[in-house]
């Protein structure tokens, strides 16, 4: 039995018909369900039998290196460069491993989705091969790094695969850490490629083709409708995922989409990138990387009834943004445990859980209270982006005063001066 081939395994509880996977844990039988979902036996007590060896012939190909690729490099187009982290779209390039290899080039680009051929030539790369649940923030600083080095190197845009769950974070974190003259666009892929719903190739085709356009910010590249018909481009700073399974699931907060890529399949697939609004243009930069970052900051979302205990978790950190009610309210108890975190040096900043709208805390007591007690305001940025920023900003700054200022001032689109809801 090799991977890649097609298995029934029957296990103590249930028996299961797919594709076998490696496994890196050599006592689990890996098999990969035609639903798209991956599941493990106990590989002891399972029975396996072959149902049809090699169903997927892009395994085991030995990728070409450079010097042996078979793809002309075509002087009329764009490099692009196709950097993957993992997640679903990642199972897109090599169906057997349900991830990428390290050796990730121009052919297993095409190979995975041909129908990126003629759109661009490829450079790819692998960063890390992950789920984006397991993302952290040092991963963020490696992938800034390898593209600006894509960058340096000659792309003229650059496509990040990754998982869907934690996207918003990592286009937030690249968004603070470069300058960049190309555009810098991450996708990735709700339904896995084996579903006949999967979004992964018309995703990947909108991607590279935004990548390919005028707007050099870091962009996010989703469906953004229920058909296969238009794709969203959603500043890194102000995307959220607001379905957990909707291809769709991908929506600016507080603003409109930067722009759209129409896609149409008749014949081979057309993609065309319209902006909407004010964006940083191609070239406007130079580029520039700083990707060092203070971890210790963490995000806390207050809720009735909350421990106040759950602050001590703080005690000691660099930062904390709080995700407070409305317009940036947490109990009134939790306030003098607030005011004693500000005093031992923690920044303390203030977010909404209502997303829409801004923090404005000089309405109730409770939140002139907070201000009273140090903290700063967020204005509109989301939560998951203001952690991100907090984590940028106390690298660069030390004084309070200078940390709030740089909160309270733009640096990549989170901030905005009017917040206006996208309909
Ligand atoms: N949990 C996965 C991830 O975020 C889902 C996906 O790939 O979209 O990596």
């Not at 009834?305 to 904390?320: I, K, Q, T």
Request: glycine share 8%.
């Amino acid at each position: 039995m090799n991977p890649g081939d097609r298995i029934r395994a029957e296990g103590p509880d249930r028996t299961v018909e797919g594709v076998y996977l490696p496994s890196s844990t050599p006592e689990h039988l890996v098999v990969k369900l035609d639903g798209g979902y991956n599941v493990g036996l106990d590989r002891e007590s399972s029975t396996v039998e072959v149902i049809e060896p090699d169903v997927y012939d892009v395994a085991g190909e030995e990728p070409a290196d450079e010097s042996t690729s078979e793809i002309a490099y075509d002087d009329d187009l764009p490099t692009i460069s196709l950097l993957s982290t993992g997640g679903t779209i990642a199972s897109t390039v090599d169906y057997r491993t349900g991830a990428v290899t390290a050796r990730f080039d121009a052919e297993d680009v095409l190979r995975a989705v041909p129908e990126l051929a003629g759109r661009a030539n490829y450079r790819g790369r692998v960063v890390s091969n992950i789920l984006s649940e397991n993302m952290e923030p040092a991963i963020w600083q490696d992938l800034a790094r390898a593209v600006a080095e894509e960058i340096e190197a000659g792309a003229d845009g650059v496509v990040i695969m990754h998982g869907t769950d934690t996207m918003q974070y990592t286009a937030s974190a690249l968004a603070f850490m470069l300058e960049t003259p190309v555009p810098i666009v991450f996708t990735g892929s709700q339904r896995s490629a084996d579903r006949p719903s999967s979004d992964n190739v018309m995703n990947a085709v909108c991607a590279v083709e935004a990548a390919k356009a005028d707007c050099a910010e870091v962009l996010v590249c989703m469906h953004a409708t229920e058909s296969d018909d238009v794709c969203a481009l959603h500043r890194g700073t102000r995307v959220r995922k607001n379905h957990t399974s909707r291809r769709d699931a991908f929506e600016t907060v507080g603003a409109s989409p930067l722009g759209a890529v129409a896609y149409e399949t008749e014949d081979s697939p057309t993609a065309t990138v319209t902006f909407d609004g004010e964006y940083v243009e191609r070239g406007h930069a130079n580029l520039s990387v700083d990707a060092a970052l203070e971890s210790d900051v963490d995000l806390l979302k207050f809720a009735p009834g909350m421990d106040p205990a759950f602050l001590d978790v703080a005690e000691g950190s660099a930062g904390l943004v709080i995700e407070g009610t409305g317009l940036g309210h947490v109990h009134t108890d939790l306030v003098p445990r607030i005011e004693a975190l500000v005093d031992d040096g923690t920044t303390v900043v203030m977010t909404s859980q209502c997303l829409e709208g801004r923090v404005c805390d000089r309405v109730y007591d409770t939140g002139r209270d907070l201000l009273e007690a140090g903290v700063i305001e967020a204005g509109d940025t989301l939560p998951g982006t203001a952690l991100v920023k907090l984590m940028w900003v106390l690298e660069r700054e030390s004084d309070a005063d200078a940390v709030a200022a740089a909160m309270e001032t733009s640096v990549a689109g989170e901030l905005q001066d009017r917040s206006v809801p996208w309909t």
